[in-house]
């Protein structure tokens, strides 16, 4: 059964790009909100609003409390998506470059599908690795001519590796726990579970670096899109997408968010769009496919 005649796998795949395409806005909204906001607020900050939003969305559901055994399975994407990544990715880009990170992060799909692979058992066809190697070389090569090269530090690329892991392995469990119950349920009780923590975090970091209240409406606007949209309503897509499609099939949609940020940034802050990055993207778009047609040659 192919991809396109499949609606759960169509599904999953419109699901996916849903979620990379909410993501895509991630870096923009981070360079315009960091101007006006500590770097370590505005990553606790982005997870508390997103712990109210979920809270008020699981009251007005109904939604049945956890039970207290099934809070372990959320422990994983609270500490890899909330904290891991975050955390681990500010600490390296305070030592490199966007630029050069960008060259270690490229491996992100390939790194969830590998981890999907390994603790779920789940199959793939040897084209996917083929389709996957192929779309992340061309991510690599696309970070390289973009100034990837420079800026290479020993310490930043451990913290970048880290925090490929850890947003990789998030994503693997937080996939396994959309196949229980809705994927909105899951960010909804794992940005919740992770209040006791990012609040009082947060109200300590107030009085960090800059004052929030001095920030311009944009800075405060890009906040609650880096909330609404990159901790929140992106994983609503997202994690079920990945359940639907096969974590390690939904994964590599996310080769297309490095250039869906670029067309972003273009239109938001200016920046240049070449015919190299058209060239990339079609590329891109082209591993994506046959990653997923490799899925019929599996069946």
Same mark, same amino acid.
């Given at each position: 059964m192919t991809l396109w005649k499949n609606a759960q796998l169509r599904n999953g795949l419109f699901l996916a790009f849903l979620g990379v395409l909410i993501f895509s806005f991630t870096m923009p909204f981070t360079?315009?909100?960091? =101007?006006? @906001?500590?770097?370590?607020?505005?990553? *606790?900050?982005?997870?508390?609003?997103?712990?109210?939003?979920?809270?008020? #969305?699981?009251?007005?559901?109904?939604?049945?409390?956890?039970?207290?055994?099934?809070?372990?399975? @959320?422990?994983?994407?609270?500490? /890899?998506? &909330?904290? =891991?990544?975050? &955390?681990? &990715?500010?600490? +390296?880009?305070?030592? *490199? *470059?966007?630029a050069?990170? #960008?060259? %270690?992060?490229? @491996? /992100?799909?390939? /790194?969830t599908a590998f981890l999907a692979v390994i603790s779920t058992k789940e199959r793939v066809a040897?084209?996917?690795?083929? +389709?996957a190697g192929t779309g992340t070389a061309i991510?690599?090569?696309?970070?390289?001519?973009?100034?990837?090269a420079q800026g290479g530090d020993l310490v930043a690329d451990l913290f970048v590796v880290a925090a490929v892991v850890s947003s990789s392995w998030g994503y693997v469990k937080g996939a396994n726990l959309s196949r229980e119950r809705p994927g909105w349920q899951v960010i909804s009780w794992v940005v919740v579970?992770?209040?006791?923590?990012?609040?009082?975090?947060? #109200?300590?970091? $107030?009085?960090?670096?800059?004052?929030? !209240?001095?920030?311009?409406? #944009?800075? $405060? @606007? +890009?906040?609650?899109? !880096?909330a609404f949209g990159s901790m929140f309503f992106g994983f609503f897509?997202?994690?079920?997408?990945?359940?639907?499609?096969?974590?390690?099939? =939904?994964?590599?949609?996310?080769?297309?968010?490095?250039?869906?940020?670029?067309?972003?940034?273009?239109?938001?802050?200016?920046?240049? %769009?070449?015919?190299w990055t058209i060239a990339a993207a079609v590329g891109v778009i082209a591993s994506v496919i046959w990653a997923q047609r490799s899925r019929a040659k599996n069946a």
């Open positions: 360079k315009i909100a960091v =101007g006006g @906001f500590d770097p370590y607020f505005l990553n *606790t900050a982005r997870a508390v609003i997103a712990g109210c939003a979920g809270l008020i #969305a699981l009251v007005v559901a109904r939604v049945p409390l956890i039970k207290v055994s099934e809070i372990r399975g @959320f422990l994983w994407p609270i500490a /890899m998506n &909330i904290f =891991g990544w975050p &955390i681990f &990715i500010t600490l +390296a880009l305070e030592r *490199t *470059t966007s050069h990170a #960008a060259v %270690i992060a490229a @491996f /992100m799909p390939l /790194m040897p084209s996917f690795w083929l +389709a991510l690599v090569a696309f970070s390289l001519s973009r100034g990837g579970l992770a209040l006791p923590v990012t609040l009082p975090l947060t #109200a300590a970091l $107030w009085f960090v670096g800059p004052n929030p !209240l001095e920030a311009s409406v #944009a800075q $405060w @606007f +890009a906040l609650l899109g !880096l897509a997202w994690y079920q997408g990945l359940a639907l499609l096969g974590t390690a099939y =939904g994964s590599q949609v996310q080769q297309l968010q490095s250039l869906l940020t670029l067309g972003w940034s273009a239109l938001l802050l200016g920046e240049t %769009i070449t015919l």
